[in-house]
């Protein structure tokens, strides 16, 4: 666009006025701009530029004024510049440069006449031959970017035009973004940019005949020095990501060379990057050295919506007071009340030690004590006891009655915790 320079107190002055001087530039071709009129806006004042793109309109009133300038290369790329303000000191001489917009200002600002996309910034540039420098079209230009809480990041593919121009009016604002450009065997080195919101970010590339390499990277303990496995390291924006070995190894194939975020995360040492250079068709081994450190995270919310167990008691084998009755008299505990009923499934167990248990086992009752026995969740009016040989040996005289779940039923009902049976006990008043 066109620059602006007052220099005050240097030129050539003439009596009655001063001097506005200057170059006009071409920014597309690279070089002076010949040929051009310019104009001191609403005066009959002008010049044309020479062939090293300078002119000169000498005998200025000292005053405000605008310039503008006109060119056949404005024609052709059909942009309409706005005049440019200064000022003319009694005399003094005014020096105003004057260009055209480069091809990236003009590539570019076709997104400005789009409506801008919140959270947006735009990206564009040149892909080249390296040797050669000349534009390359239909090369494929990538963009990629992690999103959090996916495995695997966003991409958007372009493609140059016939000068090997790429733009996007819709790159992710404030994210880093890795780029890379191919055109059939040459590609151009990785790198990673970011663009603000509504930005622009110019991001040109030469491209040469280069090998992928082979990253192998290390993670170990800072402290200790030992090997972090179960790692997650990845180079952000790409695809090449993985968990480390049990000796704190992971290995990437086929990394294209460039310059990259090397990331990694663990539970117990946090997110840590590091900056790594990949040269074309190395072997790469790089080695990071984690510290532990607190690593916050999100509070769970765990809700339980429990059921009062009279109404989840339902069906079971119920030991009635008149049962409990009938062998009373012959029983020195809980234990020998529930063994005196002969349940089909339910063992009974009382060892030397004086140890109790009450578990299943389909389809018969064993009545010696084996290492067989896994004991059943025993509630007492209704409460859940932590101790069960306690709860065994209440005095039968209180009992006044029991109900006994087997594994299926006590399972749907009471949840993994009933897996080997339920007993429920009521003392008398309950």
């Known amino acids: 666009l066109a620059a602006t320079l007052a220099v005050a107190g240097t030129g050539e002055v003439r009596a009655q006025g001063g001097v506005v001087y200057g170059a006009a530039y071409d920014s597309i071709r690279g070089g002076p701009l010949s040929g051009a009129t310019v104009f001191l806006w609403q005066t009959s004042r002008r010049a044309v530029t020479d062939a090293d793109g300078r002119y000169r309109i000498a005998g200025v009133a000292p005053g405000d004024y605008s310039v503008v300038f006109s060119h056949e290369r404005l024609d052709e790329l059909g942009v309409s510049l706005g005049p440019r303000r200064f000022s003319v000191a009694a005399l003094d001489s005014t020096r105003v440069d004057l260009g055209t917009p480069s091809t990236f200002t003009l590539v570019a600002s076709q997104c400005f006449r789009e409506q801008f996309v919140s959270g947006t910034g735009v990206v564009a540039g040149r892909v080249a031959d390296g040797d050669t420098g000349i534009g390359l079209p239909e090369s494929q230009v990538t963009l990629s970017w992690d999103v959090p809480g996916t495995r695997d990041p966003d991409r958007l593919t372009l493609r140059t035009d016939y000068n090997g121009w790429f733009r996007t009016c819709t790159a992710p604002a404030d994210t880093p973004i890795a780029l890379t450009a191919r055109f059939l065997d040459r590609q151009a080195a990785s790198r990673e940019i970011s663009v603000a919101e509504h930005g622009v970010v110019e991001a040109g590339f030469l491209l040469f005949a280069l090998e992928p390499s082979r990253v192998s990277v290390r993670l170990l303990d800072a402290s200790a020095g030992t090997p972090v496995a179960e790692a997650v390291v990845w180079l952000r924006g790409t695809s090449c990501r993985g968990l480390t070995d049990g000796g704190g190894r992971f290995t990437m194939e086929g990394v294209p060379s460039g310059t990259y975020m090397l990331m990694s995360e663990h539970l117990a040492y946090g997110t840590k990057m590091d900056t790594l250079e990949v040269p074309s068709g190395r072997r790469v081994a790089v080695e990071m050295m984690l510290d532990t450190r607190a690593v916050e995270i999100a509070p769970i919310t765990v809700t339980v919506e429990a ?77 859940r006891t932590t101790n069960t040989d306690m709860a065994l040996q209440i005095s039968p005289d209180a009992v006044d009655r029991m109900v006994i779940y087997r594994p299926v039923d006590a399972s749907s009902l009471f949840g993994l915790g009933g897996g080997s049976g339920v007993l429920l006990i009521y003392t008398k008043g309950n």
């Open 307 to 383: 059921v009062s167990l009279p109404d989840r008691a339902r069906g079971g084998v119920h030991i009635t007071e008149a049962a409990v009755d009938e062998v009373r008299d012959l029983a020195r505990d809980v234990a020998d009340l529930v063994r005196a009923q002969h349940i089909s499934g339910v063992i009974v167990q009382r060892g030397g030690d004086g140890s109790l248990c009450i578990g299943s086992v389909p389809g018969q009752v064993r009545m010696r004590f084996t290492s067989a026995c896994v004991p059943m969740v025993i509630f007492v009016n209704g409460t």
